[in-house]
């Protein structure tokens, strides 16, 4: 079985500020990990995913990610948040190889003050 | 290219009525995904096709809810004598084979 677990439902930063969600996770076996991001009204779009290989991944509007096996963890940063990152973030596991269902953590809805 | 698309938007029924959401995935996308998003549950998984099949069912939450895939295409998503906890946004995913999916609009059901 696997689960994710999203440290904090409510994150709050100033703009330009560092962007932290945390992110961690059970697998029985090497997992998939995702960031997804909604914005209001809207379906989920992917930010970036770890499969194998490099373990700090990049991708869309500046976020990384870094997978850390030994802390079963898959954190989301962003080194300066902007107004439009606003939204509500999701982590989620999939198991490695195998069909797809993703298992989603509670989500991190992220304010950005400005 | 054309996304995930779903339809309708925003669906409103009463208690005990049938509804029937859809659900057109990109072209070409063999896998196909449905997924219920509410306040008290989060995200949970539904239902997978891999084709027209659907090798795992085990997230449909009663005999009340069942989905078909036809032509390795479009899906629809079934939900008989709706109650009010049914009210959710039901999120529809395709991906190619075990690849990234990648999410529709979703329908928000709301059961009166």
């Known amino acids: 079985a696997q689960s994710v677990t999203q440290l904090g439902s409510h994150v709050s930063v100033s703009e330009g500020a560092l962007v932290l969600l945390r992110c961690n996770y059970s697998s029985s076996v090497p997992p998939y990990l995702f960031w997804y991001v909604q914005y209001p009204n809207q379906g989920l779009q992917l930010l970036l995913k770890?499969?194998?290989?490099?373990?700090l991944v990049k991708g869309i509007n500046g976020f990384e990610a870094e997978f850390k096996k030994s802390e079963t963890s898959f954190h989301l940063t962003k080194p300066s948040a902007h107004m439009s990152d606003a939204a509500e973030y999701f982590c989620?596991?999939?198991?490695?190889?195998?069909?797809?269902?993703?298992?989603f953590g509670q989500g991190t809805i992220l304010t950005v003050h400005p | 290219g054309a996304g995930v698309s779903q339809s309708p938007s925003n669906k409103v029924t009463e208690k005990g009525k049938d509804v029937e959401l859809r659900c057109d995935p990109i072209s070409g996308h063999t896998a196909l995904y449905w997924y219920r998003q509410s306040l008290g549950q989060g995200l949970e998984f539904l239902i997978y096709f891999q084709g027209n099949s659907a090798p795992d069912k085990s997230g449909l939450p009663s005999d009340r809810f069942s989905a078909e895939r036809t032509g390795g295409s479009v899906s629809t998503l079934t939900i008989q004598r709706t109650q009010q906890e049914d009210s959710a946004v039901y999120l529809c995913a395709s991906s190619k084979a075990t690849d990234t999916q990648y999410f529709g609009p979703g329908t928000r059901l709301t059961v009166l």
């Open positions: 770890y499969t194998t290989g490099a373990t």
């Open positions: 989620a596991v999939r198991r490695g190889t195998s069909y797809g269902k993703l298992t």
